[in-house]
């Protein structure tokens, strides 16, 4: 699989049930390993679904995903694509399963058949990695928003993925834990895929970009974004 | 909304394998829940209240504490009002037109007797387990693992779904709804509940693609290491042992 991608998308096509047109529309990309990829878009644009069809959690109607250059139709084909490839959620509370951190971090590490005290490390790895030493025990409901944040996270990278989908990361995260995001990012190995409205940590963390224009995938140039990040100082509002 | 003001302690109890006090907690009421004469759940009552000390509840968390009893024989009470006067037996009293017979006394000091000693138990011997751990625990003696689930998720999503229903009912507050006895309140009421199950749902679906995402494959690995010591077995002796006294005492009718 010397220089096949990581993960690839060929002619996707992506219709709701009942939907007049179809979301995605014949949506081709490559992301190869180490690669950082931004996405951008406005809302229901597709750029969510685009990352369920991707983890094969939204059957594609058409076209095929592929991993490391073998596609992926069935659930354990799936299943072997998400050993490698982390996603996570845009709200955090829809990703924490248990009632404690550790319990949590190491649900991943469990399920791809780690013993309890290797996966318990794992885990702990993992919440030092984003910075979260000494949570182990606390309960999860109890923590704040960008806590519960960097603990999905840790919950993912405990899985140690080659590539990362991130679906809007820094969505109501505070500067603080949006800083020590960039940060963590800056320090992994994998591919990481983002999609955010966020210009600055988009091009931050990002070397690609891309947009979603009428279901088709479209590759915007990086010195146009940099231009448009820096013409508006406050990325939160609309333009 | 699930605080659990006794789960922290130092107690042996507290320190002690839940697998040890779930058994022994499910056996005694069990044997309790059948007990046909006052005798053996008196005795239970007891050991219950001789527990809760021992776990140090009535020190540490004594409001919380009577507040639980207090709710479960609130029910009770409702007993009280009707079992005396409906079962049939010889008269006890008469109360204006209604009769209250031996028979019925009998059993509503039963029901009390029986329902305040599995409660006693359940406090000293559950509640001073965390619910992580009652349900590892639960894993371990081989509950069925969707029950399992049930329980646990049960106790992480609880808090979630109330905090929607809260935010909710402030943003119906905030655009001037106050709760009245009429037509326009049921049917606010109906829709902000209907949206609280319909979040729910979309929560449940979700879960379970987080669940997938991490390559959950049906089955439940866990963290805990449970070790069952002296501690524990002398508990569990004792705890059988109780058993075995109650058992008599119900089948000789006492």
Not at chain 1, 113 to 123: D, F, R, T, Y
Request: aromatic share 8%.
């Amino acid at each position: 699989m010397s220089d096949a991608p990581l993960l690839a998308l060929r002619h996707i096509r992506y219709a709701y049930p009942l939907a007049q047109r179809p979301v995605l529309d014949g949506v081709d990309f490559a992301l190869a390993p180490g690669e950082r990829v931004g996405l951008f878009g406005p809302n229901g644009c597709g750029k969510t679904t685009l990352l369920s069809v991707m983890m094969g959690l939204l059957p594609a109607t058409g076209g095929e995903v592929l991993f490391q250059g073998r596609p992926a139709h069935t659930e354990a084909e799936f299943f072997a694509l998400r050993r490698g490839v982390g996603f996570l959620l845009q709200h955090a509370d829809d990703q924490i399963l248990f009632p404690t951190v550790l319990d949590d971090v190491a649900f991943g590490p469990l399920n791809l058949g780690l013993k309890p005290a290797e996966a318990a490390c794992e885990a702990r790895e993992a919440l030092a990695f984003v910075g979260l030493q000494g949570f182990e025990d606390r309960l999860t409901h109890r923590l704040s928003g960008g806590e519960k944040k960097l603990v999905t996270l840790a919950g993912v990278l405990a899985m140690h993925p080659k590539a990362l989908l991130l679906d809007e990361p820094t969505a109501s995260l505070d500067p603080d834990t949006r800083h020590r995001l960039v940060h963590i990012l800056e320090h992994l190995d994998a591919a990481v895929l983002t999609v955010s409205h966020d210009w600055d940590f988009l091009n931050l963390v990002s070397n690609d970009f891309y947009t979603i224009e009428g279901g088709k995938l479209v590759r915007e140039a990086a010195a146009e974004l940099h231009w448009h990040a820096h013409a508006h100082p406050h990325p939160e509002q609309p333009h | 909304m699930i605080d659990e003001p006794f789960a922290s302690g130092s107690s042996f109890l507290h320190r002690a394998d839940p697998r040890a006090k779930l058994t022994a907690a499910a056996a005694l009421s069990c044997i309790l829940a059948v007990s046909p004469s006052p005798a053996a759940p008196a005795l239970a009552l007891l050991a219950g209240l001789v527990c809760l000390a021992w776990a140090g509840l009535p020190k540490h968390s004594g409001r919380a504490l009577w507040r639980r009893l207090l709710a479960v024989n609130g029910f009770v009470a409702f007993l009280w009002v009707f079992l005396p006067f409906s079962t049939p037996g010889e008269t006890a009293a008469i109360l204006g037109p209604f009769t209250a017979t031996r028979q019925g006394l009998a059993l509503a000091v039963l029901v009390t007797l029986k329902t305040n000693a599995i409660m006693c138990l359940f406090l000293a011997l559950i509640a001073t387990s965390d619910a992580a751990s009652l349900g590892q625990a639960m894993h371990r003696l081989r509950v069925a693992p969707k029950l399992v689930f049930l329980f646990l998720f049960t106790y992480r999503f609880i808090h979630v779904i109330g905090d929607e229903q809260r935010r909710l009912f402030i943003a119906a507050k905030l655009r001037g709804f106050t709760p009245r006895t009429s037509l326009h309140t049921y049917k606010t009421l109906a829709s902000l509940l209907a949206m609280v199950l319909v979040g729910a749902m979309r929560r449940a679906d979700m879960t379970r693609q987080a669940m997938l995402l991490r390559c959950f494959h049906g089955s439940f690995g866990t963290l805990r290491s449970f070790r069952l010591g002296r501690g524990e077995y002398a508990f569990l002796t004792a705890a059988a042992f109780f058993a075995i006294c109650l058992s008599a005492l119900e089948v000789l009718h006492v």
